[in-house]
C-alpha cells in the first residue's frame, strides 16, 4: 500500500473545500487528475474516503477518522522542508507581490535584502491580491505582498498607502481639492484587479455609503485607458502608477482621507525565516507609524 503527501493534501483540500474542483485548484491539479488521484487513494486503503453529491463531496466516516493523521503528516513534511531549506548552503526567496509594489517599491527593498544576503536568490511573482494568497497558502512563493490577508496565513502590516480618485481631465468631480465619497453614489467605478471588491468594501461601508457599480478588469493599464475614455472613475493607491503617464487623467484624495493597507503574507512556518524578517524590517523603514505598532 503506497500513500503519498500529494494525495493527503488534496483530501485535506476537499473536505475544507467540499469540492474535487476547488481542491484541484488549490494543489495546482487538473479535476481529472484530481478525481483519479482520490480514487487512486481509496483504491490503496479499500475504503471510500469521499461521498458524491450533487452539490460536491463529503467525507465519510472513515475520511474524517484519519484527517487529524493526515494533517499532522502534511505538518511535519512542511517542517521537514523548512529545515532542509534553512540547512541549504544557499537560499532563496520567492516572492509574491501586487503589480504596483512589484514595479514601483519592491525593487528598492530587494536591493536592500540583498546588500544583507549576497548570495540570497530573489524571485518575483506578479499577481493580483486573491491570487497572491492562494500563491503563498500552496507554497508557490514564500512570502506575498497585498492588501488582502487570507484567513490561515500569517499577515503583518507592511504600511498605509494613500487612496486616490483617478478621472478624466475636466470631470465635475475633479474640480473639488479633495472628493468626498458620498459624491460618488451614481459613478461606475473601474476596478482593477482580482481582490479589488473587497478593498472597496471596506472603503465605502464605514462611510455608509453604497458600493457603486463595477467594472472589473485585470490591472491597472487597462482601468487608466477605461477612465480615459470616460466609461467610469477608478481608485488606486498613490504609489500605483507614474505620474508622468497620467496623460489626460487627473487625481484627487478622497474625504476622508482614506488608505489601503499593505501587508506581508507568509504561512506561519515559514514567517519566522530571517530573510522573511529581514525584508519585513526593510518594507516597514519609511513608515515610523506601522513600526511602533509593530514593536
Do not use: N
Amino acid at each position: 500500500m503506497k500513500i503519498t503527501l500529494a494525495q493527503l493534501r488534496l483530501l485535506a483540500a476537499a473536505v475544507e473545500t467540499g469540492s474535487v474542483g476547488a481542491a484541484a485548484r488549490r494543489c495546482g491539479l487538473t479535476q481529472s487528475g484530481a478525481s483519479q488521484a482520490i480514487i487512486a487513494l481509496e483504491t490503496a486503503l479499500g475504503v471510500e474516503l469521499l461521498a458524491r453529491t450533487r452539490d460536491g463531496v463529503t467525507p465519510t466516516a472513515f475520511a474524517l477518522s484519519i484527517l487529524d493523521d493526515a494533517e499532522a503528516a502534511l505538518d511535519a513534511a512542511r517542517r521537514i522542508e523548512a529545515q532542509a531549506r534553512a540547512a541549504a548552503p544557499g537560499r532563496r526567496l520567492r516572492i509574491a507581490s501586487v503589480p504596483s509594489v512589484a514595479a514601483r517599491l519592491l525593487p528598492g527593498w530587494s536591493r536592500s535584502l540583498r546588500q544583507l544576503y549576497p548570495g540570497l536568490e530573489l524571485s518575483v511573482f506578479e499577481g493580483h491580491h486573491i491570487e497572491v494568497g492562494e500563491w503563498v497558502a500552496r507554497d508557490i512563493a514564500d512570502v506575498g505582498l497585498a492588501a488582502v490577508a487570507p484567513a490561515g496565513l500569517a499577515a503583518d502590516p507592511v504600511r498605509d498607502e494613500e487612496l486616490v480618485l483617478v478621472g478624466p481631465r475636466g470631470h465635475r468631480l475633479l474640480r473639488q481639492a479633495a472628493v468626498d465619497l458620498g459624491t460618488l453614489d451614481g459613478q461606475t467605478l473601474v476596478a482593477a484587479g482580482l481582490g479589488c471588491d473587497s478593498i472597496l468594501e471596506r472603503l465605502f461601508a464605514p462611510a455608509g455609503v453604497p458600493l457603486p457599480p463595477l467594472i472589473r478588469v485585470h490591472d491597472i493599464a487597462t482601468a487608466l485607458a477605461m477612465v480615459g475614455q470616460g466609461l467610469g472613475l477608478t481608485i488606486l493607491p498613490d504609489t500605483a502608477f507614474p505620474r508622468p503617464d497620467m496623460q489626460d487623467l487627473r487625481t484627487r484624495p478622497l474625504s476622508p482621507l482614506s488608505h489601503r493597507r499593505l501587508y506581508m503574507i507568509a504561512r506561519p512556518d515559514r514567517q519566522a525565516s530571517e530573510p522573511v524578517r529581514r525584508l519585513l524590517d526593510i518594507a516597514r523603514a519609511g513608515d515610523g507609524a506601522l513600526r511602533r505598532q509593530a514593536g
